[in-house]
């Protein structure tokens, strides 16, 4: 099983702080917001990639998952992988 995270990290030393799940129902909409390609789309679809996640496209997300997550302090990145 793929999960789907938003992966928060400190811009002082790096350290991930925490993730956000995302809803497999989401993926679309992820995409979308992202910006990715076909191909991107595919390989994120399995599990593969990592993607940096820019302020605008930060609050796109939190409006589509209901969660307000963004801070000046932080990096954001998109990620997926096998459980």
Do not use: W
Request: glycine share 6%; aromatic share 10%.
């Amino acid at each position: 099983m793929i999960i789907y995270t938003i992966d928060a990290y400190s811009k002082t030393d790096e350290d991930l702080l925490f993730e956000i799940e995302i809803p497999h129902q989401n993926l679309n909409d992820l995409c979308m917001i992202m910006e990715m390609n076909a191909e991107d789309r595919s390989d994120f679809s399995h599990g593969i990639g990592v993607y940096n996640i820019n302020e605008h496209q930060a609050h796109l997300l939190e409006i589509l998952l209901g969660r307000t997550f963004y801070s000046d302090d932080l990096t954001f990145q998109l990620s997926g992988g096998e459980i």
